[in-house]
């Protein structure tokens, strides 16, 4: 969510969820002639939402008194993004709020009317707050994440979220969505037809009779399954501009041939198990497996 302007001055996203027209004028003006970015929601409910959209870097939250919805968005961030700093527009005499807002996980408040002076120095405060990306560490050529999973494909999506997230917000958005589906396609893959040994068919079957749950839960009790675990390597090149995943499960492999089409064609009609791979080799044309096919791997240019 970031670039660089000059040397050393980053510009940042700046999400503010402000009802007041003359507030939200202030931010934005002191922000744009600072180079940052500004995005606005009249309220919490379109706050989330667009905190869920957007990925801001910094967020600054009016309390919305005097039912104080503002301090239940704090939360809401907190618990989704931990490391988002939050800033809380406040009114004189509210102390007792402004307290319960910093108790909830801001970072830090300003009293409206808003003062430029400590409207900058609290943004500094912010920025200063978040974590350095590696582009920022000289001397750091290759970052790597390892996550491991086990049999359990609740946890996919969360897993994702956190790849997603963690390794790959300098990406476009068209580009995150299309990472995020390759990797919901391949670390599910992984865990269901990897992990459990659940056939495609078996699967389709009991997801029509409404007992997919009831069958991974007897997969997962299955002494012979139950620890496999789903290995996830993110690395990233700086000097490439490059990162790569490697999503490696326990299982007994699968005939990827049949599946990873070569060209431009596309899978059959009939052969929806292979569609999910089609799509993540659109996507992503140097999608690769190894010989055994319970190991997969692809990269995402940054350039």
């Not at 959209?53 to 301090?71: A, K, N, S, Y």
């Not at 086990?150 to 897993?159: A, Q, R």
Request: charged residues 25%; aromatic residues 6%.
């Amino acid at each position: 969510m970031s670039v660089t302007i000059g040397s050393s001055t980053r510009a940042r996203t700046l999400l503010v969820v402000a009802g007041n027209a003359d507030t939200q004028t202030v931010i934005l003006e002191h922000a744009k002639a600072q180079g940052h970015l500004v995005i606005s929601a009249a309220t919490p409910e379109l706050g989330a939402e667009t905190f869920d959209m957007t990925q801001p870097d910094i967020v600054i939250i009016d309390l919305f008194p005097p039912e104080e919805e503002g301090i239940g968005l704090v939360r809401q961030i907190h618990e989704r993004r931990p490391s988002c700093p939050v800033v809380l527009l406040t009114d004189a005499g509210h102390g007792e709020s402004t307290m319960a807002g910093l108790r909830a996980g801001a970072l830090d408040y300003v009293e409206q009317p808003i003062h430029e002076q400590t409207l900058a120095l609290v943004l500094q405060r912010a920025i200063h707050s978040l974590a350095a990306t590696v582009d920022e560490a000289p001397g750091i050529d290759r970052l790597e994440s390892v996550l491991v999973l086990g049999c359990d494909p609740n946890y996919v999506e969360s897993t994702v979220t956190w790849l997603v997230q963690g390794t790959a917000m300098g990406l476009v958005e068209t580009r995150r969505l299309h990472l995020r589906a390759a990797l919901q396609e391949l670390i599910m893959n992984a865990v269901e037809h990897g992990s459990l040994e659940l056939e495609y068919d078996d699967k389709m079957d009991s997801i029509v009779n409404d007992r997919y749950d009831e069958l991974i839960q007897e997969r997962r009790q299955d002494p012979r399954l139950s620890d496999r675990l789903v290995t996830i390597r993110a690395i990233y090149d700086k000097r490439q501009r490059r990162l790569t995943y490697k999503i490696v499960d326990e299982g007994k492999g699968f005939d990827w041939h049949s599946h990873v089409k070569s060209g431009l064609d596309v899978c059959p009609p009939g052969d929806a198990s292979g569609r999910g791979i089609f799509l993540v080799k659109s996507f992503f044309p140097d999608l690769t497996y190894n010989e055994r096919g319970n190991e997969v791997m692809f990269t995402v240019s940054l350039r």
